[in-house]
């Protein structure tokens, strides 16, 4: 729950991407490309929307899926209508994610940033994934992003490691929440 401003309470939801989400999602994604951030996972610009959608439930169903993907569910969060970040929950890790990915990732559009947001979507993510039946869950942030660090830290996170990720790429933390 944060306040919109008004002094009102409005919720965050998180939900799966629906037919008429395909605008909001559009810009979303082009916003964080910007940041060299991927939004929407496994989606291509210009991608027919009901086939992007159609991959993403068989992505929740773990079926039809290449070789390096995972089960996972995606979900926007959405508050009083308006999409203000997303999340991803992996149902299991292979490599890259035991390594640097983990069991959640999450984001927030610029212009919702610094509102409580990113806390709230990983605190419901942290609620999915345990209803998916993941147990103990891998979280991780690059190591200069102090926000990311600390929204992990208010839900539970204690740190295991920091690791190298490559040339040229920044460090992850990575930590555990039980």
């Given amino acids: 729950m944060t306040s919109d401003g008004t002094g009102a309470r409005t919720a965050l939801r998180l939900r799966p991407l629906r037919a008429d989400d395909e605008g909001a999602f559009r810009h979303g994604h082009e916003v964080m490309a910007a940041e060299d951030f991927i939004f929407g996972l496994g989606y291509e610009p210009g991608m027919d929307w009901s086939r992007y959608l159609g991959f993403l439930d068989d992505a929740r169903r773990g079926v039809n899926l290449p070789d390096r993907l995972v089960p996972s569910t995606f979900l926007v969060a959405d508050v009083a209508g308006t999409l203000v970040g997303r999340a991803s929950i992996r149902h ?14 999450y984001a927030v559009l610029p212009p919702y940033r610094r509102r409580g947001y990113a806390t709230e979507i990983l605190r419901q993510s942290l609620v999915l994934a345990r ?35 490559g040339p040229g790429k920044p460090p992850k933390r990575r930590y555990w929440i039980s």
């Avoid at 299991?92 to 990732?105: A, K, Q, S, V, Y």
């Avoid at 209803?131 to 200069?144: K, M, N, S």
């Fill in 92 to 105: 299991e890790l292979n490599d890259f994610l035991w390594r640097e990915g983990g069991h959640i990732g």
């Fill in 131 to 165: 209803a998916v039946g993941v147990g103990r869950t891998l979280v991780t942030c690059d190591d200069d992003n102090a926000g990311s660090a600390t929204v992990i830290e208010r839900c539970g996170g204690e740190l295991d490691s920091v690791i190298e990720t």
